[in-house]
């Protein structure tokens, strides 16, 4: 038993003493029992959000009108969720009411997957009504009842059965996959944002070909943002391996792929809501790429990626001897960003070279390029020089 629940017991033991039930459930107790590291430990109770508050001196209502309380513990947070069933799925998405249940069964029959369908008692129990413990061992991803009636209630559901396929290297079960066959135009009705998360943990998962393939064969790919289009890229994708390790290298290798300029690049990420930060970084590793792909990389080009995108251009350029030695001349440049220049505009007025005007920013910015393309030294009196010169010739 991790110590991540050896942590949370105190917790569960609380609330079974004030004559509730409590289990982990969850994300936490499938990769426990697939001995793949947890991240988050949920908890289900058959104690109200109220009788769960009145229990802990600290909690915060995270998500209490879905019966959710944040219990707070020596600085770490545990999700508390009492059991609940769902219902008036409209548009496919999340329920319109949850009602708050006394009984485990219930609570574990609205959960997507067998196997993330199992609830762990403090006595190292296991409830297992589904047969997710089987299909753990089977490496299978089935729906938690009939699923179309399932993926017609949250057609997320369908999304995240591919992830899972994905990161756990889990085959997805064959009624589980006719129904997501059936159903992929539903997955149009889910907010991007949700789709988003579960593509790009497909996408980080061991098994990404795998997923991206599931994705085509079912249809799903035509109901998410612009990848419709692209048909053709992304069998191609699905047929090369690839490693991934962060949503940057994700974005980039598609947009990569699509052949996509910066001006697309940004149309298709903002469709996908994705943010700006990672917009940028996604524009600066395609650049990189294609230079790469030119056999083109300038010292600029590095620079301009920063050591970051230099590293994802690297893990998406499926080449190797395309790479070698990329990092290392990265770290060779002169300078890495403008305030490692050895003058500053300040510095350049009080010498005399220049007054203070527009100009100013030019001269910098040749300096700079120039530095970087190692035309010019970068130290004081041969910066001075060629601030001279450069205005000079202008
Ligand atoms: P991860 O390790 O990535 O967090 P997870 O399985 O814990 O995976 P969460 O989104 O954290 O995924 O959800 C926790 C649990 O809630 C799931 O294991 C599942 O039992 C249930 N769940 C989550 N989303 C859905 C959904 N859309 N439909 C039904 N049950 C769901
Ligand atoms: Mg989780």
Do not use: C
């Not at 110590?3 to 509730?20: D, M, N, R, V």
């Not at 109220?50 to 513990?73: N, P, Y």
């Not at 789709?195 to 497909?202: A, C, D, L, N, P």
């Not at 061991?206 to 994705?215: R, V």
């Amino acid at each position: 038993i991790p110590k991540e629940f050896h942590e949370a017991l105190p917790i569960l033991q609380k609330i079974e003493s004030a004559g509730y039930e409590a289990y982990f459930v969850g994300g936490s107790v499938r990769d426990t029992i697939l001995k793949r590291p947890i991240h988050d430990v949920d908890i289900a109770t058959s104690a109200y959000p109220s009788e769960v508050k009145a229990l802990f001196k600290r909690t915060v209502d995270t998500g209490i009108e879905h019966g959710t309380v944040m219990i707070l513990d020596h600085g770490t947070g545990y999700e508390v969720t009492t059991f609940r069933t769902e219902s008036g799925y409209q548009d496919y998405r999340r329920p319109d009411h949850v009602t708050f249940v006394r009984s485990l069964k219930e609570d574990l029959k609205r959960r997507d997957f067998t196997i993330n369908a199992l609830a762990l008692a403090e006595n190292g129990q296991v409830t297992d009504l589904f047969g997710g413990l089987s299909d753990m061992r089977k490496h299978i991803i089935r729906a938690v009842g009939d699923p179309n009636e399932r993926f017609n209630e949250d057609a997320l559901r369908m999304m995240r059965a591919v992830r899972f396929a994905s990161q756990l290297d889990f085959k997805i079960e064959d009624a589980t996959l006719a129904g997501i066959a059936l159903h992929s135009q539903l997955l149009a009705k889910i907010a991007v944002e949700r789709s988003h998360t579960e593509f790009v943990k497909m996408m980080l998962g061991s098994d990404a070909n795998h997923g991206l393939k599931i994705m085509i064969q079912t249809n799903l790919y035509q109901h998410v943002p612009i990848l419709g289009e692209h048909l053709d890229q992304l069998r191609q994708i699905a047929d090369t391996d690839f490693t991934l390790t962060n949503e940057v290298q994700v974005w980039a290798l598609l947009a990569f792929k699509f052949g996509f300029n910066s001006q697309q690049i940004t149309r298709f990420l903002k469709r996908w809501k994705t943010a700006n930060k990672i917009i940028n970084d996604v524009i600066l590793t395609v650049e990189l790429l294609f230079a790469i792909q030119r056999g083109q990389v300038t010292n600029l080009t590095l620079y301009h990626a920063g050591s970051e995108n230099v590293d994802n251009a690297i893990a998406v350029f499926a080449d190797q001897s395309k790479t070698t030695g990329l990092s290392e001349r990265y770290n060779r440049l002169a300078i890495k960003n403008k305030h490692q220049l050895k003058i500053t505009g300040g510095e350049l007025i009080k010498r005399g070279v220049l007054k203070p005007s527009p100009q100013l920013g030019q001269v910098l910015n040749y300096l700079e390029q120039n530095v970087v393309a190692d035309k010019i030294n970068n130290e004081p009196e041969d910066l001075v020089q060629a601030a001279i010169n450069f205005l000079n010739e202008d």
